[in-house]
């Protein structure tokens, strides 16, 4: 009887993990460049758990078998600001520390670096993009990245890919890092734009109340066992 309750519980467990990954997706809805969370599961025989393969037992635990990113792209809004600009295709944008990242809302600090929100500088061709913040009065980003500042072209930002983004890795909500050397992408650039979240709310609340409803029906289970188990113990009691 124990093992109805272990595989119900267990089934518990992966589902409050589950709802921990779509709670935290929900909550980054408005971060810009955030790419949602995905978990799968696999079922684990309880024969396998105990070291002895049987044939003919249907009971199984469920556990979690891999997280993973969905890494496809956000929807873009007009912003009209010149340093907001959105890849349009796969890529990400390079980074000091040997961080990459989608959010390109990007601004310039006080020495004229350009610079994502955090304050981590954006890399060029060259090493991290400045632009003398003098008397500037045009700012171009191209779709192949090239930047102009008044006519003048004075870098590229550095727009990279990678072969199997199973390997690339987030880091907060808005970096990643990756072991797997980048290559050149292929995406354009589109400034005075910026990419949004690629989370559907509506889907995510559905899978939410799916969630909640699957774990009370299990936690029923627990109960119902734990029930059986209390008037068995006790009618032996009595005999």
């Known amino acids: 009887m124990y093992k109805g309750s272990y595989i119900a519980a267990s089934g518990m467990v992966v589902k409050q993990r589950q709802m921990e990954l779509v709670s935290n997706n929900l909550a980054n809805t408005t971060t810009f460049g955030y790419k949602q969370d995905r978990v799968s599961f696999r079922d684990v025989y309880i024969s396998e758990i105990n070291g002895v393969q049987q044939q003919g ?12 990113t969905d890494h496809s792209e956000g929807a873009f809004q007009s912003t009209g600001n010149p340093l907001d600009v959105a890849i349009g295709g796969r890529g990400y944008f390079s980074v000091e520390g040997n961080k990459y990242t989608r ?4 601004t310039l600090d006080v020495e004229g ?10 890399l060029g061709s060259s090493g991290p993009i400045q632009i003398q913040t003098g008397n500037v009065q045009d700012i171009q980003i191209g779709s192949d990245g090239t930047i102009s500042v008044d006519g003048t072209i004075i870098d590229t930002l550095s727009v990279v890919d990678f072969p199997d983004t199973k390997n690339v890795i987030k880091q907060g909500n808005n970096f990643f890092v ?7 992408s292929t995406a354009t650039v589109n400034q005075g734009h910026i990419e949004f979240s690629n989370v559907n709310v509506i889907q995510e609340m559905v899978t939410m109340i799916e969630l909640l409803r699957e774990y009370e029906s299990q936690q ?10 209390s008037k068995v113990t006790n009618d032996m009691a009595r005999l």
Do not use: L
């Open 220 to 229: 029923k289970v627990v109960q119902a066992f734990d029930d059986a188990t």
């Open 57 to 68: 037992d249907p009971r199984d635990m469920t556990y979690t078998d891999v997280y993973y």
């Open 103 to 106: 959010a390109g809302n990007f």
């Open 113 to 122: 670096y350009i610079v994502t929100k955090t304050g981590d500088k954006v």
């Open 178 to 184: 990756s072991t797997d050397q980048p290559v050149e």
